[in-house]
């Protein structure tokens, strides 16, 4: 496989991340889509993803460790992709699905759950916030270090630990008392947070800079690996 089965034009079409690089991020950008596309299996549950599922899923996860050329791997060697959202027992339609993805350990370990509907409603909807894949593969960033726990290492070096936590925890306490835009689930813990300001970030990190200045300095540093620099 190489760069030439990637579009361009998807591309341009449907990821802003993509959109705002230069010519030469852009052909780089490419590679690392052919890299994840020969890595990491993506296989429809009832369904057959289409060229659009795939490339959405791959930019999801591209996206996050664009700037880290260094970046060997995720731990994952399969994305399922349902068409909606599952259950726990991996069932659509049922009652209690309601999950719309999901990585983790046990029968989930090196696998990734997304429902097709989650993944291009987050990238057709440019202006909410919220972009399910992003939020999945996010976590997996987090966990390069062994851990879930909104400390990613891999990203920060560890006298910048203490600060980071700090503010995580001022943040949430505003999402709990209803003082801020950041989506509430991000109140669950440290790793749901620091999930769902990725998602702010890359989603929408104009308005991110304008309503968390501070946030948005320490997301722009760890993900473009400046931190400790």
């Not at 291009?120 to 999945?136: I, M, P, R, V």
């Not at 990725?198 to 946030?215: A, V």
């Amino acid at each position: 496989m190489d760069t030439s089965q990637v579009s361009h034009e998807i591309l341009e079409k449907e990821i802003q991340f993509y959109i705002n690089l230069d010519d030469v991020e852009k052909e780089l950008f490419r590679k690392d889509m052919v890299w994840f596309l020969t890595q990491i299996r993506i296989i429809g549950v009832g369904l057959e993803p289409s060229v659009l599922d795939r490339h959405l899923v791959a930019a999801s996860g591209i996206i996050p460790i664009f700037r880290f050329p260094e970046w060997q791997h995720y731990e994952l060697d399969e994305v399922l992709l349902f068409e909606d959202a599952i259950n726990f027992e991996f069932e659509t339609g049922a009652h209690d699905s309601q999950i719309l993805g999901m990585v983790g350990t046990g029968k989930m370990a090196r696998k990734m759950a997304l429902s097709r509907r989650a993944l291009n409603d987050g990238f057709s909807n440019k202006t909410d916030k919220h972009n399910t894949a992003l939020h999945e593969f996010i976590h997996l960033v987090d966990i390069a270090d062994g851990r879930m726990d909104g400390l990613p290492q891999i990203l920060m070096d560890k006298q910048y630990a203490l600060p980071w936590l700090k503010m995580i925890r001022e943040k949430i306490v505003k999402i709990k008392t209803d003082q801020s835009d950041i989506d509430p689930y991000g109140a669950t813990n440290l790793a749901e947070f620091f999930a769902v300001s990725g998602e702010y970030f890359f989603e929408r990190p104009d308005l991110l800079k304008i309503k968390h200045p501070e946030l948005y300095d320490m997301m722009d540093q760890m993900f473009r690996g400046k931190i400790g620099v």
